[in-house]
């Protein structure tokens, strides 16, 4: 699933509010998008992009950097000195991620040396198994040692592993380290175990810094190094992906999203614990327990929302134009629906719509009740709203893809292993004949794009909104032996029926919608209808309407 680069202007799942889910999927193929981010502008200059990134690597605001350097790479894929800032940028977000993360602490301090060696090895098994393309050892192992520098560079890393290093011991361990590495030719996954074993033998010798932590740093380093979308899941990390495979997870039932000094609710479930508990979209939480969110970082802020269920979360909230006022919020399981708004938005043409969050195990249960009900409701023609749809599921979208399209590829995928290989067709039975809108974005990814491709391939409907993100790759969920984590790795990538990549292209609308100061369409008054400023919605019930027009 999406991993969310969580800067002032992303938006963060559900992963925050206490994901607890024993998952038992042995493997669960999904379908990843890439993360959102702060997008420069299309004017700016490669200096001006450097400049703002290094100002907030020096600031520490890793989150945001990685976004701004990632949205760059999208704007300038090929420019090395981009991939260079981000790839380090990542490497000290990913640390601070690790270590405010309770259960990579708790691993961290049940894990002897050999255990620790036991679970990189087991990874460097699954690269080398699953991963879309051939493993480069040395490369892997340069990975890890570049994952351990920056550590030895965060007083988070150093005050938990290594708290009487002088700054003197660490120089002398750089030193021995790569003098050791440079006398080494690494040509197998033995290899790297070895060299690894031996970093950490070094590392206790001069730094006194236990052997765990070290290959620890070689074990991340290795698999968040392979690409934007692979990458080592902490226990925690493992259950909220598997929670959001089920659509279900014990919290409170909110979508935040970060801003200076609060977090800001910009949703809440139905029926959840915290709509139940008063809790409102525009709410800003200043305080979890007494403690105030200005100053912590975003996974901070989720750590404190964090617990079992039935417990309780204090939130201090503040709404706009009204008193602070505190609400308790009892965590429980929560369903997540995947469609939601389900509604005629304008009678007269028989138009329905709803908005497809997200391809989940429980989509295509919500998707033949959402559409039952809108044909109850006479429906004549449909618009699927797809608007920050992170993707999911690759069966799943593939499934909602059958429920429309009759006959045909609906998407190929090809690994470096045949058994990644394959192609899905459509099936006649079962299938709506609606005439169908699809509004998509810059945030439509992955399962999302598989579904707009397969539309638009097959001409069974209109396109609306901007180009999607480009995600083309598939990922594959694979559970350790050697602890409660896990690895997301790259598999395959994917292709739509006409054999076009997704990758950095993305699907191109039908009906182009800019941003513009005042709506494209003149809408009715009728409260079901589109707000004036969503332009993307007005120009996709205009072409609704002309669809149903033309039957």
Same mark, same amino acid.
């Given at each position: 699933m999406r991993r969310r680069v969580l800067s002032a202007a992303s938006v963060i799942?559900?992963?925050?509010?206490?994901?607890?889910?024993?998952?038992?999927?042995?493997?669960?193929?999904?379908?990843?998008?890439?993360?959102?981010?702060?997008?420069?502008?299309?004017?700016?200059?490669?200096? $001006?992009? +450097? %400049?703002?990134?290094?100002?907030?690597?020096?600031?520490?605001?890793?989150? !945001? =950097?990685?976004?701004?350097?990632?949205?760059?790479?999208?704007?300038?894929?090929?420019?090395?000195?981009?991939?260079?800032?981000?790839?380090?940028?990542?490497?000290?977000?990913?640390?601070?991620?690790?270590?405010?993360?309770?259960?990579?602490?708790?691993?961290?301090?049940?894990?002897?040396?050999?255990?620790?060696?036991?679970l990189y090895r087991e990874v460097l098994v699954k690269i080398q198994a699953h991963y879309v393309e051939g493993p480069a050892w040395q490369e892997?192992?340069?990975?890890?040692?570049?994952?351990?520098?920056?550590?030895?560079?965060?007083?988070?890393?150093?005050?938990?592993?290594?708290?009487?290093?002088?700054?003197?011991?660490?120089?002398?361990?750089? $030193?021995? +380290? %790569?003098?050791?590495?440079?006398?080494?030719?690494?040509?197998?996954?033995? !290899? =790297?175990?070895?060299?690894?074993?031996?970093?950490?033998?070094?590392?206790?010798?001069?730094?006194?810094?236990?052997?765990?932590?070290?290959?620890?740093?070689?074990?991340?380093?290795?698999?968040?190094?392979?690409?934007?979308?692979?990458?080592?899941?902490?226990?925690?990390?493992?259950?909220?992906?598997?929670?959001?495979i089920e659509g279900n997870f014990v919290g409170l039932g909110i979508e935040l999203k970060s801003e200076p000094g609060a977090l800001v609710i910009v949703r809440v479930i139905p029926r959840s614990p915290a709509q139940l508990s008063g809790v409102r979209a525009g709410d800003r939480i200043v305080a979890v327990d007494g403690q105030p969110t200005c100053s912590l970082s975003a996974d901070e802020a989720a750590n404190l929302l964090q617990g079992e269920a039935n417990t309780i979360a204090r939130l201090s909230l503040v709404s706009p134009g009204q008193d602070a006022r505190q609400v308790d919020v009892r965590r429980k399981r929560v369903e997540v629906p995947s469609i939601d708004e389900t509604k005629i938005i304008d009678p007269d043409y028989g138009i329905g719509y709803f908005k497809l969050s997200c391809?989940?195990?429980?989509?295509?249960?919500?998707?033949?009740?959402?559409?039952?009900?809108?044909?109850?409701?006479?429906?004549?023609?449909?618009?699927?709203?797809?608007?920050?749809?992170?993707?999911?599921?690759?069966?799943?979208?593939?499934?909602?893809?059958?429920?429309?399209?009759?006959?045909?590829?609906?998407?190929?995928?090809?690994?470096?292993?045949?058994?990644?290989?394959?192609?899905?067709?459509?099936?006649?039975?079962?299938?709506?004949?609606?005439?169908?809108?699809?509004?998509?974005?810059?945030?439509?990814?992955?399962?999302a794009e598989i579904f707009a491709g397969a539309i638009r391939d097959h001409r069974r409907g209109t396109l609306v909104g901007r180009r999607s993100y480009g995600k083309g790759s598939v990922q594959g969920i694979f559970p350790l032996n050697h602890s409660s984590a896990g690895i997301r790795l790259t598999t395959a990538k994917f292709y739509s029926p006409s054999g076009r990549p997704f990758s950095l292209v993305g699907v191109e609308p039908d009906v182009l919608v800019h941003r513009v100061a005042r709506p494209i369409v003149t809408l009715s008054s009728s409260p079901a209808m589109p707000k004036d400023d969503d332009q993307m919605l007005a120009a996709a019930l205009h072409a609704a309407r002309q669809l149903t027009a033309k039957r």
């Open positions: 799942w559900l992963v925050v509010l206490a994901v607890l889910l024993s998952g038992h999927c042995a493997f669960a193929q999904s379908v990843s998008p890439a993360p959102i981010g702060i997008a420069p502008s299309s004017t700016a200059d490669i200096g $001006d992009i +450097l %400049h703002q990134g290094r100002q907030m690597e020096l600031d520490r605001r890793w989150g !945001d =950097a990685l976004s701004h350097y990632e949205d760059a790479i999208r704007q300038f894929p090929t420019h090395d000195d981009l991939h260079q800032r981000f790839e380090f940028t990542r490497l000290h977000y990913d640390l601070g991620r690790r270590y405010t993360d309770h259960s990579f602490c708790n691993t961290l301090d049940r894990l002897s040396e050999q255990e620790a060696l036991d892997l192992v340069q990975h890890g040692t570049n994952a351990l520098e920056v550590a030895l560079t965060e007083p988070v890393f150093l005050q938990r592993n290594a708290p009487r290093a002088a700054e003197r011991q660490i120089l002398e361990f750089r $030193d021995a +380290l %790569h003098r050791m590495l440079n006398s080494r030719t690494i040509e197998c996954r033995d !290899d =790297a175990r070895d060299t690894a074993a031996a970093a950490a033998r070094l590392a206790k010798q001069l730094m006194a810094v236990a052997p765990a932590a070290v290959v620890l740093e070689y074990t991340c380093g290795a698999a968040n190094s392979l690409d934007c979308y692979s990458a080592y899941l902490t226990p925690d990390q493992l259950s909220d992906v598997y929670s959001q391809f989940q195990k429980t989509t295509c249960r919500d998707l033949d009740a959402a559409m039952w009900k809108l044909h109850r409701e006479g429906m004549k023609a449909l618009v699927i709203d797809l608007r920050g749809n992170p993707g999911g599921l690759l069966i799943t979208a593939v499934e909602v893809v059958d429920k429309f399209v009759d006959r045909g590829i609906i998407v190929s995928t090809r690994g470096r292993s045949l058994q990644e290989d394959f192609t899905y067709s459509a099936h006649a039975t079962g299938t709506w004949r609606v005439p169908l809108v699809v509004l998509i974005d810059h945030e439509s990814a992955s399962a």
